[in-house]
């Protein structure tokens, strides 16, 4: 059983999550509108990991036989000034969430729940990539400036991105089993 605390915790991420798959697609959205397709593709497949990190969250509460609890989904912002703000909005996003998953860590500690603790391991390491990979994004786009040639350099080598399933995931679904929300 998951101790109420943690529960409360855990069902809050799964909603941080989808929120992120949802500013991921929105970002995606106002870059595609740009003209940026392939920062838009690097987006839509950051959307895409993020409702495999809300179905971890979501499947590790089914599996131990405890009520799961979601909420409504914040409406994200439609629009920002560059691809720069857009990155550098993302990786202040996945900031937010490495603080989540220190917190959710602690809590766990605290309340002597190792299962979540063991399960959220994968997300601190998790975490570490998110913030590099978006970090790297602003750093490349800063460095790029305002020469056009160079940020479209950049859009056309991150649209190379794509969607794989990390194969560590733990409660990960297999093919056929049913998914979270």
């Known amino acids: 059983m998951i101790p109420d605390r943690m529960l409360k915790e855990l069902n809050q991420q799964i909603n941080e999550e989808l929120y992120s798959m949802y500013i991921y697609e929105a970002m995606a959205a106002d870059l595609e509108y740009e003209g940026y397709r392939g920062m838009a593709t690097w987006l839509r497949v950051q959307a895409r990991e993020e409702k495999i990190h809300a179905d971890i969250f979501y499947n590790f509460i089914t ?8 909420d409504a989904i914040a409406k994200p912002p439609k ?3 560059s691809p720069l703000e857009v990155f550098r909005a993302a990786y202040a996003h996945e900031q937010h969430i490495t603080g989540r998953i220190n ?3 602690k ?3 605290e309340t002597g729940d190792n299962a979540s603790w063991k399960m959220l391991q994968w997300f601190v390491e998790e975490q570490v990539e998110e913030e590099a990979n978006t970090s790297e994004a602003v750093q490349q786009l800063e460095i790029a400036g305002d ?4 940020v479209l350099m950049l859009d056309r080598e991150m649209g190379t991105r794509v969607f794989a ?4 995931a733990p409660y990960y679904p297999k093919p056929g089993q049913p998914t979270g929300p």
């Open 107 to 109: 809590v766990a500690q």
């Open 63 to 70: 599996e131990r036989q405890t009520h799961l609890e979601l």
């Open 79 to 81: 629009e920002w000034e």
């Open 165 to 168: 399933v990390p194969p560590t």
């Open 103 to 105: 917190h959710m860590v």
């Open 147 to 150: 020469q056009a040639q160079a």
